[in-house]
Structure formats: structure tokens, C-alpha cells
């Protein structure tokens, strides 16, 4: 038996870390947390100094006992769990489990804590070179953020579930943010568009075309609304009609880009959604691999540092390497004076120990690229980007404005010539956003009195747009921008709104579901403070001073338990209808009797009579009298039309059924029993045999973020999809045996395999814009 044991928290790291050690060191996993609350009431006990009661997890119980069984042995046990607060807590967790074990008394002489920000050789030397005992101020932040989401979820959820319905749960962190994406819902309704039109001009100097603004009328700043309609438009445009252009004022200037901050987990995850299509969780869960170690050749080695921090310091040793790396490897030109230092903007950086960025810059994204998935490459590329590029100096770039008169307007056209690449040779801000490329933005040489062609004069109409939903970056800074939870919490927040159907994705943006908004609605009326976002973020540096000693844990938890036990005691007696029932005035067409009511069900809103159970009329909640009853005639007709048919796989009834999208589609009535279903119309056949299976072809379908794709029409016996056209030609390198038809802004109109261990390719068309000669 080894002398020394390493715990560390994922299987993953064990053999990297091990290969660093040697062959007195046994490394075991934790396999995350080892121990959490009971699942019962009573597992904080608030008159008790908020003492917890603690089970070890099921799952993994028999990691708990291979550990223990090691750490009898060992000489010396090393505690190796992430640097935050929940691995310190779990490494707590691991040492209060040993303690209570026979024989074990003392194992805390044995016991020490190390951490490691990489995991490579010099990171996990560093850290055994430089161990500590348990840090209980990480530990209480810890235990006082677990007994605050436990007191909040086990008061809460059974109120929602009283007034409500059952099943809902409340979250201390997860209720404000619902909050936000339901208050800009509120914003998008509320929102009245207007109409407004700008006059444009078209113009070219030798044979360079541009475009110019109109900015000032007949001596008057036009502002967004001075032109409210196609009239006004159409007067201005007729009064320039045969007046000369003349070059009336000519600046120009010299503009400098400067580069962005190494990564933290926020932005890093916002970059991530942007320009990966990632979402944050799946972000995490790669960043995660990353940094746990990967096989690059000549063993595991982790690629990256720790992926949850607050901080954009750099080491000096990782800025020594960088400068290094730009000097050697990219120009002296690109490499500033002196390292480029970024201040954390976070209030309290919570384990800000350094930013997110690769472990050696010398690994290159091409280097590794053949012994990483195309995620892993993806999400490493982009952090070596973005810490290379915060090393190297500014970009440059020539602005240039120009007016122009013409008649009694004058018109502005603006251009911006890159002169020096700087950090943008390495990291493309402009391309990575889709923006419009800096060269398309260049303007000819033009002095003050040059008169000037106009090609064409022209109005273009513009409505006011209500602000955007969320999406999983939008929603992140804003969280963030709050101060609500922590980064290392982001992705977990938004998996659970989106687990609890609190909300939906449309087109990678947020929606409140009927169900989201109703509990909203009720904790923004009876628990306005506990989602409030100033005392939601009033708590989280709370619980930061207590991770810095500053600030002792229960004195917190007290103060916060008195004012909410109080509330939901008081909140007890609220009437289930006054959330989940919204009267009309309007009487059922059905009984004549009764008003119509707004209720809420499992499905969401719908109309319903008040007279229930007497009377029994429903509609949706976005439907008319008219147009219920219509659809009640039409729903009957297509059921007529489905008599005699029976469901292939019982034999049962077929007919038609809504789903809660309200989307149409054809069921077995014995469902549950049977759940076979069909679409209402076939899906678009492309005519090419599936190449997996053989018998099917594939056939145009849509995916819930509304992006179309190709499947095979025997779903789910056979489940091959591709993402673009399938064309019926054998690939000629590999030999599968369909192509794809790609189409891409910066590539044109390719024909591919679908074969990602293939790689074939071939230009069929060249992107917009260009010609075969400019390739």
C-alpha cells in the first residue's frame, strides 16, 4: 500500500496527477460531492445555531468506502479537491467522514489540503510543496449557501405547490432570474412600434462605391424620428433631386482597438454561446475536460487552468511565456513594452487566483487538435486566442468621416481602413462576431470641394424594435451585471429554469412558459424582497465576506431566516385563485349563464367557464368564441376522416391530439399505453437513401431551435441526421455514400462528406462577393 494518498474530485484527473507523483502516491476520486443534507424537512435546523444533518450520498457510497479503506493505510492523506468553495467543502466533507470512522480518530495528523490551479507537473508539485490545513472560512461560505438554498427551497416550494401546483419548486438564485426574463417579456408586450425613415445616397470616387447618411436637413440634426413617415421621405427626396454633391468637410483621424481581458468563467461562457452556438453548460462540461488533463501525445496533461474564477490576472510566469511566444513566434512588432496588466472588475472575485487561460501557449490549438473532440478544440482555440491576443498591442486603424452637401442636406458617410493588425492577427474579434469586415468599410481619397456623382438617392423604412429576449450570453451578463449568484452558478441556474418548464427556447432565446410568468407573479407579489436583485446581490457579498473572514455565518443566516420564516407564515392563508384565475367579461357561449374565466392547468392558460362542473366549455386562451367553435368543426372533420384507421403498432384508434406547444399531430387513443404518432403532413423528401440503414430516405425536418436538418424518414428505428442538404453522389475519397451540399459566408457553396474522419471537400461556388480569380 502506497504511503501517501491524493484525493482529488474527478476520475478523469487520476491518471494524469498520478503520472506526476510516482509510485509512493495512491490518487482516488471523490467523484464530486461525497455528502449533501437529508432530503427531508428538518435537515437545517434553524434553532439550532442552523446545525445540518448530513448522509453520504448513494451513489457514491462505494468511492466513500475505497477511500476510507486507503486512508487507513496511508501515512500521509492529501486533500486535492478543486480551489473553490465547494472543493473545499468537499474535502471538509471527506475529512468528517474519516474522523467518524473507528480507529480514525486522529486522522486529521495526517491530513493536509493542497490545491492546484493546473494540472500539469509543475502545478501539482507546486501545490504538494505547499500544503495548509482546511480553510472553515471557504467551508462556512459554503454551508451558509447550501442552508440558504435548503431553507428557501423546503418553505417555498410547498407554498407554490398549495397555491399553485404541485411539483413547482422557488430558488434563492434561480427566482430572480426568472424574473428578469419574464420582466422583459412584459417589456416585448407592452412595446408600441413606430415607424421612422432615413435618406440614404449612393456615390463613388474613381472605382470606389460608397454610401453616405443623411444627417442634417435644411439646417436642422435630423434625430431618429424627424422623418416619422414615407411623405416626409418622399418630400425630402424630391427637394435633392438634380442638386450637386459637393465635399463639404473631410476628418480624419487615427483609432487604436485595444485588446480584450483574458477570460474569466463569465465572459468566457458569453464568448462561448456567441461564437460557438455553446450553451453554458455545455461550455462548463468542456472547459472541465480541459482542465482535468488529455492526451496529447505523451500523456494526460491539462490544457487549461482553473475554468472557475472571477479574476483576468495572469501569472508572472504565465506572462513571461506569452511574451515569449509573441516575441519568438509571431514579431517583435506585435509585442508591447511591458505586459499588459487588466484590473477585476467583480466587487468580490471570489477564489480570484487567475484567469481562465492555456496552461503553455506553446500548445498551439493546431498542435493538439488531432487528440481533441471538435468541442474541445473549439472552446481551447478560443481561450489561446484570447490570452495571446491580451499580450500584443493594439490594433490601428485610419478613421476617416466625410460630409456632403447636397441641396440643403448635408450627408455623412464614415469609413475605417485596419493599418496595423496588432492582437486582431491573432484573435478576429470582427470576424468571430459575423461583423462587417473593416476593408468593405474603406472610403476613396477625398479633399474638401471635390464635387461627387450621385448614383442614386433613396429612403429606407425602419420600425422601433422592442429589446430582445434573453439568450444564455444575454442572460449571463445581465446575471452577472446583478450581482445574482456566481459565475461557477450561471450554467446550473438556467439548466434549472429550463428543467422546471419555467421557461422555453425559441430560436436560442428565453420565453416565459403560462407557468414561469404565474410564479413569478406570486413571489414578485408576496416575496418581492427575496427576488429582489439588490438584496439577492447583497447576499452573495455576504456570503463572500464570509469566505474572507470578515463576516461570521450564522449572524447572516439568522438575520435572513427571521424576516422569511415570517412571510411565508404570513403568506399561508393566500387564496390559490387569486394567481391562477383571471375573470372576463365575457358570458360562455355554451350554458349563456356564466362569465368566462382565464384559468390554469397543467397545459398552461385556457379559457374555461366559471359554471365548472355544470358546464364544461374550454378554448384556448388566444382564441375567439368564432374561431373555437370553427376549430372544434374542423378538429371533428379530420377525426371523421381518420374513422377506420387503426394504429400500426396496437391496433387501436388513431386521432388527432394537441401537444402543449400547440402544435397538431396524430396519436394511438391508448395512449399511455401506446404512444405511437405520425406528423399531420409528411415531411419534404430529398429522394437520397439513407446511407446507415438502407431502407429509409432522408427527409427536411426542423429542429425546436428552428434550424432545418436531414433525418431518415424510419425514425426511430433508424436515427442518422445530417445538417445540410444530402446529394445523392458517393464521396470519391471515402467512398460513403451521399455528399452534402454546405453554404457558408466565408467558403461560398461546398460540396462535403458527411464523414467527420474524412474531411473531403470541393468548392462548387465561391462566397458572395467574390470571383474565381480574386480566390
Not at 98 to 116: P, T
Request: with cysteine; net charge neutral; aromatic share 8%.
Amino acid at each position: 500500500m502506497s504511503k501517501n494518498l491524493l484525493i482529488v474530485e474527478s476520475p478523469n484527473k487520476i491518471k494524469s496527477v498520478k503520472k506526476y507523483l510516482g509510485g509512493d502516491f495512491e490518487v482516488l476520486a471523490s467523484f464530486g460531492h461525497v455528502r449533501d443534507l437529508i432530503p427531508k424537512d428538518g435537515a437545517v435546523n434553524p434553532d439550532d445555531n442552523f446545525a445540518m444533518k448530513y448522509q453520504i450520498i448513494s451513489k457514491n457510497s462505494k468511492h466513500v468506502d475505497a477511500i476510507v479503506a486507503a486512508a487507513k493505510e496511508a501515512d500521509t492523506i492529501y486533500l486535492a479537491t478543486d480551489p473553490d468553495r465547494e472543493g473545499e467543502a468537499i474535502s471538509w466533507h471527506i475529512y468528517e467522514i474519516l474522523k467518524s470512522k473507528r480507529g480514525m480518530k486522529n486522522v486529521g495528523e495526517k491530513i493536509q489540503r493542497v490545491v492546484f490551479h493546473e494540472v500539469t507537473p509543475k502545478g501539482v508539485q507546486a501545490a504538494l510543496q505547499n500544503p495548509r490545513g482546511l480553510d472553515v472560512n471557504l467551508i462556512d461560505a459554503q454551508q451558509a449557501r447550501r442552508a440558504l438554498d435548503y431553507l428557501v427551497g423546503f418553505n417555498l416550494s410547498p407554498l407554490l405547490w398549495k397555491k399553485i401546483r404541485y411539483g413547482l419548486s422557488a430558488g434563492r438564485v434561480q427566482s430572480p432570474a426568472l424574473r428578469l426574463i419574464c420582466e422583459r417579456e412584459n417589456e416585448i408586450r407592452a412595446f408600441e412600434t413606430q415607424e421612422y425613415w432615413t435618406v440614404h445616397m449612393d456615390s463613388h470616387k474613381g472605382r470606389t462605391k460608397f454610401s453616405a447618411k443623411l444627417i442634417q436637413w435644411q439646417g436642422n440634426k435630423l434625430e431618429q424620428f424627424s422623418l416619422p413617415d414615407e411623405n416626409a421621405q418622399a418630400a425630402v427626396l424630391s427637394a435633392l433631386q438634380g442638386k450637386t454633391a459637393q465635399v463639404s468637410d473631410v476628418v480624419k483621424k487615427k483609432a487604436t482597438r485595444k485588446p480584450a481581458a483574458p477570460y474569466t468563467t463569465s465572459t468566457m461562457q458569453q464568448d462561448a454561446v456567441r461564437k460557438l452556438g455553446f450553451t453554458t453548460d455545455r461550455t462548463m462540461r468542456t472547459a472541465q475536460q480541459l482542465f482535468e488533463g488529455i492526451d496529447v501525445g505523451q500523456g494526460a496533461v491539462g490544457l487549461i487552468t482553473y475554468m472557475r474564477t472571477d479574476s483576468v490576472t495572469l501569472s508572472q510566469d504565465a506572462l513571461t511565456e506569452i511574451r515569449h511566444y509573441i516575441d519568438n513566434k509571431i514579431g517583435a512588432d506585435f509585442l508591447p513594452s511591458s505586459p499588459k496588466i487588466y484590473k477585476t472588475k467583480s466587487k468580490n472575485a471570489q477564489e480570484a487566483h487567475e484567469a481562465v487561460r492555456p496552461t503553455s501557449v506553446y500548445r498551439s490549438p493546431e498542435s493538439v487538435k488531432p487528440f481533441l473532440s471538435p468541442d474541445q478544440f473549439k472552446l481551447y482555440q478560443m481561450i489561446w486566442q484570447r490570452t495571446v491576443a491580451c499580450q500584443m498591442v493594439d490594433a490601428k486603424f485610419d478613421a476617416t468621416t466625410v460630409d456632403i452637401n447636397v441641396g440643403d442636406g448635408v450627408f455623412r458617410a464614415t469609413g475605417q481602413v485596419l493599418v496595423f493588425a496588432g492582437f486582431l492577427s491573432v484573435y478576429q474579434e470582427g470576424a468571430d462576431e459575423d461583423d462587417e469586415a473593416e476593408e468593405s468599410k474603406k472610403l476613396p481619397e477625398m479633399a474638401v470641394g471635390d464635387v461627387l456623382p450621385v448614383d442614386k438617392l433613396y429612403g429606407e423604412q425602419h420600425f422601433t424594435q422592442p429589446p430582445p429576449r434573453f439568450n444564455e450570453a444575454t442572460l449571463v451578463k445581465a446575471l452577472e451585471e446583478f450581482g445574482i449568484g456566481r459565475p461557477s452558478t450561471y450554467a446550473s441556474i438556467i439548466k434549472t429554469l429550463k428543467d422546471r418548464e419555467y421557461v422555453t427556447v425559441e430560436q436560442r432565446r428565453f420565453q416565459p412558459t403560462d407557468t414561469g410568468d404565474i410564479v413569478n407573479k406570486f413571489l414578485t407579489e408576496h416575496f418581492e424582497q427575496y427576488v429582489d436583485y439588490d438584496f439577492t446581490a447583497k447576499l452573495e457579498d455576504q456570503l463572500d465576506e464570509i469566505a474572507n473572514g470578515s463576516r461570521a455565518w450564522i449572524p447572516v443566516m439568522e438575520k435572513f431566516w427571521k424576516g422569511f420564516h415570517k412571510q411565508v407564515v404570513e403568506k399561508e392563508g393566500i387564496e390559490r385563485a387569486k394567481f391562477t384565475t383571471q375573470e372576463l367579461d365575457e358570458t360562455c357561449p355554451q350554458c349563456g349563464k356564466h362569465k368566462l374565466q382565464i384559468k390554469f392547468g397543467r397545459a398552461g392558460r385556457f379559457v374555461a367557464c366559471a359554471g365548472y362542473p355544470e358546464c364544461g366549455y374550454t378554448r384556448n386562451v388566444n382564441e375567439t368564441a368564432e374561431q373555437a367553435a370553427e376549430r372544434v368543426a374542423q378538429e371533428a372533420a379530420q377525426q371523421a376522416e381518420l374513422e377506420g384507421r387503426s394504429c400500426p403498432k396496437c391496433g387501436g384508434q388513431l386521432v388527432y391530439k394537441t401537444a402543449r406547444s400547440g402544435s397538431k399531430f396524430i396519436g394511438c387513443a391508448n395512449y399511455p399505453k401506446c404512444k405511437h404518432v405520425e406528423p399531420l403532413e409528411k415531411p419534404k423528401t430529398t429522394g437520397v437513401p439513407c446511407p446507415q440503414c438502407g431502407k429509409g430516405h432522408l427527409v427536411e425536418r426542423k429542429s425546436r431551435f428552428g434550424t432545418t436538418f436531414y433525418s431518415c424518414d424510419s425514425y426511430p428505428d433508424c436515427k442518422y441526421a445530417v445538417n445540410h442538404l444530402p446529394l445523392n453522389e458517393p464521396c470519391p475519397q471515402c467512398g460513403w455514400a451521399i455528399t452534402m451540399r454546405k453554404v457558408t459566408k466565408r467558403w461560398g457553396v461546398e460540396r462535403v462528406c458527411p464523414q467527420k474522419e474524412c474531411g473531403w471537400k470541393e468548392q462548387l461556388e465561391p462566397p458572395a462577393g467574390k470571383n474565381q480569380s480574386e480566390e
